[in-house]
């Protein structure tokens, strides 16, 4: 392929991005308004379409678990994982156990994985864990809640692309000399499903078979908004099909497809070829930027430390601790040793957690979570052994919201004292 073909075809390929991506895209007999289309980038994370998922699954409707029973059955039928044939509920959760989606039965426990956003995977790495994601998840259902190996499952939950977890991901490091991986143990319990080829056709049926129950409606317009939504995000839903269409013709025409079926594919190898290079060049640029961004805080968060940017902390003990996409700030709040953390795992999170991620909550810093809550209205307290509360944030406010979190711990801290005094 020549250089001018080579760039011809790059202009084509983001002329079709830029058509693809945007939003508006309906046809004029169709406003196009969606409620969750109007969060903001951040707001669709995740974890929040586990959220979304966990509470369709724990839906009771006549005695039945109407969408769970639904979705256990797609798992068997059409992706052929080898489940128990009878499944009695006992719980379904959301972001427990840093897990994303966990549901538990008598017969088994389904672990699901959600990498709708493209999350990297979490390792088996020396200088964050020694042992990856997935590994630590199992561990935690079986030592937690007594499953054995045989009885747990896990469903990996990918955007559009089919692609495995990371190795690593069910390893643990041992020593410098020693790995162990659990992967073989769960070759038959495992499988991976993409929105775009099982959820969204998924939620598709569940409507089309009226397995929502018309009778409530606010239940159906939130399946219909979801739909929508993930239609949207995904360019799979019956608006997108004239667009893709005029795409393939576009591209049929550029790459000069002739009746030769094989110089047709060759040709179109070619092509895919150069927009791998493209996509991984750019990755690679969008990491150098990441790794820009956390030195860029750390240089910011000393300095203001130094210049006792907050009174509670004493400086020659809190300085921040920067460990590749890590920052913490050791601090003493209430008489209660803490972290404050601003840290890259599934999702850039902003929080505070135990030292001892065993020990108990701190009943100190419990009672303050409310007022944390008040201050910072889309903050998370969940109950967990570990964190007290936190953010999902993007690399746009990270820092912001980081030193958000620290005004509104000391000012709470600072209430509280003269309160005391």
Same mark, same amino acid.
């Given at each position: 392929?020549?250089?001018?073909?080579?760039?011809?075809?790059?202009?084509?390929?983001?002329?079709?991005?830029?058509?693809?991506t945007?939003?508006?895209?309906?046809?004029?007999?169709?406003?196009?308004?969606?409620?969750?289309?109007?969060? @903001?980038?951040n707001?669709?994370?995740?974890?929040?379409?586990?959220?979304?998922?966990?509470?369709?699954?724990?839906?009771?409707?006549?005695?039945?678990?109407?969408?769970?029973?639904?979705?256990?059955?797609? !798992?068997?039928?059409?992706?052929? !994982?080898?489940? @128990?044939?009878?499944?009695?509920?006992?719980?379904?959760?959301?972001?427990?156990q840093?897990i994303?989606?966990?549901?538990?039965?008598?017969?088994?426990?389904?672990?699901?994985?959600?990498?709708?956003?493209?999350?990297?995977?979490?390792?088996?790495?020396?200088?964050?864990?020694?042992?990856?994601?997935?590994?630590?998840?199992?561990?935690?259902?079986?030592?937690?809640?007594?499953?054995?190996?045989?009885?747990?499952?896990?469903?990996?939950?990918?955007?559009?692309?089919?692609?495995?977890?990371?190795?690593?991901?069910?390893?643990?490091?041992?020593?410098?000399?020693?790995r162990? %991986?659990?992967? %073989?143990?769960y070759?038959?319990?495992?499988?991976?499903?993409?929105?775009?080829?099982?959820?969204?056709?998924?939620?598709?049926?569940?409507?089309?078979?009226?397995?929502?129950?018309?009778?409530? @409606?606010?239940?159906? %317009?939130?399946?219909?908004?979801?739909?929508?939504?993930l239609?949207?995000?995904?360019?799979?839903?019956?608006?997108?099909?004239?667009?893709?269409?005029?795409?393939?013709?576009? !591209?049929?025409?550029?790459?000069?497809?002739?009746?030769?079926?094989?110089?047709?594919?060759?040709?179109?190898?070619?092509?895919?070829?150069?927009?791998d290079?493209?996509?991984?060049?750019?990755?690679?640029?969008?990491?150098?930027?990441?790794?820009?961004?956390?030195?860029?805080?750390?240089?910011e968060?000393s300095?203001?430390?130094?210049?006792?940017?907050?009174?509670?902390?004493?400086y020659e003990?809190?300085?921040?601790?920067?460990?590749?996409?890590?920052?913490?700030?050791?601090?003493?709040?209430?008489?209660?040793p803490?972290?404050?953390?601003?840290?890259k795992?599934?999702?850039?999170?902003?929080?505070?957690?135990?030292?001892?991620?065993?020990?108990?909550?701190?009943?100190?810093?419990?009672v303050?979570?409310?007022?944390?809550?008040?201050?910072?209205?889309?903050?998370?307290?969940?109950?967990? %052994?570990?964190?007290?509360?936190?953010?999902?944030?993007?690399?746009?406010?990270?820092?912001?919201?980081?030193?958000?979190?620290?005004?509104?711990?000391?000012?709470?801290?600072?209430?509280?004292?003269?309160?005391?005094?």
């Open positions: 392929m020549t250089a001018i073909r080579k760039s011809r075809l790059q202009y084509i390929h983001f002329q079709c991005l830029t058509i693809k945007t939003k508006i895209g309906y046809s004029n007999d169709r406003f196009g308004f969606n409620l969750l289309a109007l969060l @903001p980038s707001g669709m994370n995740e974890n929040t379409h586990s959220r979304i998922f966990t509470h369709l699954c724990s839906y009771k409707y006549d005695g039945e678990y109407t969408f769970l029973n639904h979705f256990i059955s797609f !798992l068997r039928t059409t992706i052929e !994982l080898k489940l @128990p044939t009878s499944i009695s509920l006992i719980d379904i959760t959301a972001e427990k840093r994303d989606v966990l549901i538990r039965a008598k017969e088994c426990a389904i672990i699901i994985e959600n990498k709708v956003k493209n999350a990297i995977d979490q390792i088996a790495d020396k200088s964050a864990t020694n042992a990856g994601q997935l590994y630590r998840y199992i561990g935690e259902v079986k030592s937690k809640f007594k499953y054995t190996d045989e009885q747990i499952f896990v469903v990996y939950l990918v955007r559009d692309r089919y692609h495995e977890p990371d190795e690593r991901s069910w390893e643990k490091i041992i020593n410098e000399k020693k162990i %991986s659990i992967k %073989s143990k070759e038959n319990r495992f499988c991976v499903i993409s929105y775009k080829d099982a959820i969204y056709p998924w939620i598709c049926n569940l409507l089309d078979s009226n397995c929502s129950n018309l009778n409530e @409606p606010l239940l159906y %317009s939130a399946l219909v908004q979801y739909e929508d939504y239609g949207n995000e995904l360019e799979c839903n019956k608006k997108y099909e004239a667009m893709n269409n005029r795409l393939t013709e576009l !591209l049929m025409e550029e790459l000069d497809l002739n009746g030769n079926v094989v110089e047709n594919y060759l040709k179109v190898q070619d092509a895919l070829n150069n927009i290079n493209l996509y991984n060049s750019l990755e690679d640029l969008e990491n150098r930027c990441i790794d820009s961004i956390w030195k860029y805080w750390a240089d968060l300095e203001m430390i130094k210049a006792n940017r907050w009174s509670f902390f004493t003990e809190y300085l921040p601790e920067i460990n590749n996409h890590t920052i913490e700030i050791n601090a003493s709040i209430l008489g209660c803490i972290v404050l953390y601003l840290v795992e599934d999702d850039l999170m902003v929080g505070m957690e135990n030292v001892d991620a065993k020990a108990r909550l701190q009943k100190e810093i419990v303050i979570r409310e007022d944390i809550k008040r201050a910072i209205p889309d903050i998370d307290i969940d109950e967990c %052994s570990r964190t007290y509360a936190y953010k999902i944030v993007d690399y746009t406010n990270g820092l912001e919201q980081f030193c958000q979190l620290l005004d509104v711990i000391e000012e709470i801290v600072n209430v509280k004292s003269v309160s005391n005094a």
